[in-house]
């Protein structure tokens, strides 16, 4: 593994536009549920548990070698939410456009003409770190720090919140959010032997809820 | 108080009995599971789940399996609340739920609330298994804590497969022990209460639902399938089921 | 270094600047519009669409900050057929969803190609942002910088991206250029100062001066664009 290839992609500034979502902060914030940084760090942690696992194991599967349709069907199963779905697949689109740029493969080439409209966003995830040379691991720490890092900058912009307390949420979820990866490599490794049930499922019921009521409104900052 | 583990199986197999009702050819349950045959109405064979023990405790394993034919029509509740409680043995308890419904069959498994007392450490299974003309209409709720009692510990996992294919899987880890922030704003936000409502049907093809937000701690969520998926959190037991019989409500009027 | 790619090897979706789609054909070309808040853009892409939309395929794309605004605006205006319209949500960072990650515009420029098309042009709108703020070369093939007198006469003098580099600068509502106290003729000379030999348009939407020449400045772009 390149750490710097890691680096690149891993970057907030990596243009595949995830600057756009706020991973269900705009909702919570709206809600009165994220009023600080002790309120968005618990967010965060349920995210990171959640949906940062689920994802975390899909990215590392498919840097395994997963096959890529059956994974973006277990993400469907794992996402109800129609909003979701969609958002997830958007991402996924976008990811897809700047990975091709980025680190040319045959194998992304072959996901964009499997899915013009999109994969799940942790599905092209995992491919672009095969293309960049990472592996399963690499994967699955962009996926968990993008569950935790997303919200925490967007809340920076919603509340006015102090950027270095938002950093310091990030940073102090990080052992956490180690722990998570380890779990999510331990399920990818499975799925070659199992199948995709082997990746877990856990679900954030609120984030589900509150995503399609955040789909529904006129004026927002963010699309998810 | 029981000194070991119990290990239960309680079996249902719905079968069309060719005059438009419904048979049971095998109905039985050991340990604290006995499902018993009640009035039915029109085609469909009603069945109660009568808890003869409270349970499950820790240590307990039961297993509950409803085999729905083709053209058989079952309704399946529970005469009380299931509450999980500790017990002596290390573990936890273990509840499976396995469910399939044959083409052109019909399965209502609307069972009572799961409780999760204080001290209490269980992992529920659902997994239903449906062919492609199959119809469900699956609830679950969980409650987390007795009132005014800290929760128990709960991992409770929902499968839903149809023709082959999973359309939802989704598991939920609560109380002591769970993963960080399963009280925090994305997952619970001190609610008490979570509630899922599964509808499957062919006609949910040919008509899909739109999604949308039930209030604000509730969304009709169509899954990527001919299935819907009825989320709730709430305060209580009670205004959870309120929420979920009224999405029921909404949801069944334009299929019939 | 996409440009020189076969579409046939690489699959259904361009990259970013490829000026080609997938299936060979030439892509449409694509005006980004940009400048502060309140300055005119919506309105002059609504007039671009008047003037334009009789003789050439074309759809729009808007950056909103906040809502769907501007978008709704040139539907109820219908200045275009609404599926012709398409609103980027922008995180509340527009120059970011037109500079920085141009992903999200891309694939809006993609599906109206797909949807609506063939196009030959797409207007794309950036939400009102600051004086900095410019499209990036991976979304646009040219660029309109639109600033308006009552925003201070001394804005072509303060320069800033969008107006020494935009490849047309409009200098909008010149109307109200007695109202507020702007010395028209100052800002023009500022501007070829800041802006060497680059085009500027004086408009006014309302007495329909200038409008004309953006839309002929489109129109020469245009023919450029498909010689």
């Given at each position: 593994m390149s750490r710097s290839a890691l680096l690149v992609l891993a970057d907030?500034?990596?243009?595949?536009?995830?600057?756009?979502?706020s991973g269900g902060a705009e909702a919570a914030v709206a809600a009165g549920r994220i009023t600080d940084a002790a309120s968005l760090e618990d967010f965060c942690r349920g995210r990171l548990h959640t949906t940062g696992l689920v994802s975390a194991a899909l990215a590392a599967s498919a840097a395994l070698g997963a096959d890529p349709a059956e994974l973006d069907a277990a993400a469907d199963a794992r996402t109800p939410s129609p909003a979701l779905r969609t958002a997830a697949r958007r991402l996924g689109r976008q990811l897809l456009r700047a990975a091709r740029a980025t680190w040319p493969s045959d194998e992304l080439d072959g996901l964009a003409r499997r899915f013009p409209k999109g994969a799940h966003q942790p599905v092209v995830l995992g491919l672009t770190a095969r293309a960049a040379g990472l592996g399963p691991a690499d994967a699955a720490h962009c996926a968990v720090h993008e569950s935790v890092s997303g919200p925490a900058t967007a809340t920076v912009r919603l509340l006015g919140l102090d950027p270095f307390d938002a950093t310091a949420v990030s940073a102090r979820l990080a052992p956490e959010a180690d722990r998570v990866v380890e779990r999510a490599v331990d399920a990818a490794r499975r799925v070659a032997g199992e199948?995709?049930?082997?990746l877990p499922a856990a679900s954030a019921p609120l984030l589900e809820i509150l995503a399609e009521a955040h789909a529904g409104w006129s004026v927002r900052l963010f699309a998810s | 108080m029981r000194t070991a583990g119990v290990r239960a199986l309680a079996r249902i197999h719905a079968r069309?009995?060719?005059?438009?009702g419904t048979c049971l050819p095998v109905l039985d349950g050991d340990g604290p599971l006995a499902p018993r045959r009640t009035r039915g109405s029109g085609g469909e064979a009603h069945v109660v789940l009568v808890?003869?023990?409270?349970?499950?405790?820790?240590?307990d394993h039961l297993t509950v399996r409803a085999d729905v034919e083709p053209g058989a029509r079952l309704r399946v509740g529970s005469a009380a609340a299931t509450i999980a409680l500790p017990g002596r043995h290390p573990g936890g308890a273990r509840q499976d739920v396995t469910l399939t419904v044959a083409d052109g069959g019909e399965l209502h498994w609307l069972p009572e609330q799961l409780i999760c007392a204080q001290g209490s450490d269980l992992t529920v299974t659902t997994r239903a298994d449906l062919a492609p003309g199959a119809r469900l209409v699956l609830r679950e709720e969980q409650i987390l804590?007795?009132?005014?009692e800290q929760p128990g510990r709960l991992l409770s996992r929902l499968t839903v497969r149809i023709g082959g294919r999973t359309v939802l899987d989704q598991e939920l880890a609560c109380g002591p022990?769970?993963?960080?922030?399963?009280?925090g704003p994305a997952v619970l936000?001190?609610?008490?209460a979570v509630g899922q409502l599964v509808l499957v049907g062919p006609e949910f093809e040919v008509r899909p639902v739109g999604a949308g937000?039930?209030?604000?701690?509730a969304a009709v969520l169509p899954l990527a399938g001919p299935a819907v998926l009825v989320s709730a959190v709430a305060t209580d037991a009670l205004r959870l089921r309120r929420l979920l019989d009224e999405a029921q409500d909404r949801l069944a009027a334009p299929s019939v | 270094m996409h440009l020189d790619h076969a579409p046939a090897h690489h699959g259904?979706?361009?990259?970013?600047?490829?000026?080609?789609?997938?299936?060979?054909a030439r892509r449409a070309l694509r005006i980004g519009l940009g400048g502060p808040v309140g300055s005119g853009k919506t309105a002059t892409v609504a007039a671009l669409c008047r003037a334009l939309r009789d003789e050439v395929s074309l759809a729009v794309v808007t950056n909103d900050i906040y809502t769907r605004e501007d978008a709704e605006f040139l539907r109820r205006e219908a200045?275009?057929?609404?599926?012709r319209i398409t609103a980027v949500e922008t995180g509340a960072c527009p120059h970011t969803a037109i500079r920085d990650d141009i992903s999200a515009n891309l694939e809006a420029v993609e599906d109206l190609e797909d949807g609506v098309?063939?196009?030959?042009l797409i207007l794309v709108e950036s939400g009102?942002?600051?004086?900095t703020a410019t499209f990036s070369k991976g979304l646009v093939d040219a660029q309109i910088f639109v600033i308006d007198v009552a925003g201070g006469d001394d804005i072509p003098r303060k320069g800033g991206p969008g107006v020494t580099t935009a490849d047309l600068l409009v200098v909008n509502k010149t109307d109200l250029a007695p109202y507020v106290g702007a010395d028209l003729g100052r800002m023009a000379a500022d501007a070829r100062t800041q802006r060497a030999h680059l085009p500027v348009v004086f408009q006014s939407l309302r007495d329909g001066a200038g409008v004309r020449d953006v839309a002929g400045w489109v129109r020469e772009r245009l023919t450029a664009w498909t010689a």
């Open positions: 907030g500034r990596f243009p595949a536009g995830g600057h756009a979502h199948g995709v049930d082997a | 069309a009995d060719g005059r438009g808890g003869a023990m409270s349970g499950p405790l820790g240590g804590g007795r009132a005014a022990g769970a993963t960080g922030g399963w009280d936000a001190g609610r008490r937000p039930l209030g604000e701690d | 259904p979706a361009a990259v970013s600047a490829d000026v080609t789609r997938p299936d060979g200045v275009l057929p609404p599926e098309g063939p196009l030959d009102g942002d600051n004086l």
